[in-house]
């Protein structure tokens, strides 16, 4: 099992000791949070992304918008956090409510403070190998697989899913560290041959223990990046119910979180993340990592 939480922890020192750095030139970071609309499950990952922010010095502010804000109210918000200079990174937590046009949002927060990598400028330098602000869960499965010893280069990827958030950058940043990279989608023929072609398999498509061991090559590196509410009893049987502790669980909370690889697969594989405790302790882990970056890069210091 690759523990996430115990890398996440060694970036979080890292980087505690190079806030602590630009603290004695009088720097401290900043990140704001725009949060629109009310879903509970964006209050849950904002909060978090705050506290962790709080715990290793880097102010944080959340600019809260009810769900019926015009696009217009954002933009303007934005652009004030773009002309801020105590503001380093930018954060637009997804999704927004439908009425707000998203791509305009995201194309109008400044390049070099888009902390979660989704501005077309540095997509573009992601995929041209250029200096960038990468996606935080992406990112953080580079950082998991690199301080895990597994090698990349000449190794065979296959990446299923390709949003703009985790797939698509994934596989861009396999390719630029020399993996060969196959990504897969709903429309893929033969997923299954090309998943047991891998020798990493990365798989975010948001479907509860969908990859079954069937699907994996042994030995295979298995980074598992759902994370899904199961709320079906069957469905939850059909994942876990070799699992006393989860069915525990919910027996009294009537739900439990599933990754999208189902638990034999730790069986087949060589090694594999937890969820929870694998890929989204990373993710969060990242987003202070940009910070941090975008802090440097805006001062020249990197
Ligand atoms: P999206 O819904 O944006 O994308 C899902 C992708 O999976 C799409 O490309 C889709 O294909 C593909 N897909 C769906 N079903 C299948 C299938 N049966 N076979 C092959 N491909 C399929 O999801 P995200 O990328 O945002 O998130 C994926 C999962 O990762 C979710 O569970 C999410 O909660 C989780 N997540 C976890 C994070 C963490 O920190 N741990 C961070 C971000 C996400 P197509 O394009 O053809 O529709």
Known sequence: MLDGNRIAGQIRAELAREIEKLSR???VPGLAVILAGGNPASEIYVRSKIKACEQLGIRSELL????FVATEQLLQSVAQLNSRQDVDGILVQLPVPAQVESGILLTTVAPDKDVDGLHPMNIGNLSARRPALVPCTPAGIM????????PIEGQHA?????SNIVGKPMSMLLLNENATVTICHSKTRNLRELTREADILVVAIGRPGFITAEYVKAGATVIDVGVNRVTDPDEFNRIFANDPERMRSFAGKGSAIAGDVHPEVVEVAGALTPVPGGVGPLTIAMLLANTVKACDMRRGRS
């Not at 809260?64 to 769900?67: C, T």
């Not at 296959?158 to 390709?162: F, Q």
């Open 25 to 27: 030139s009088g720097i």
């Open 64 to 67: 809260r918008f009810n769900d």
């Open 143 to 150: 950082e998991l697989l690199r301080r895990s010893n597994i």
């Open 158 to 162: 296959v990446v299923v899913g390709r």
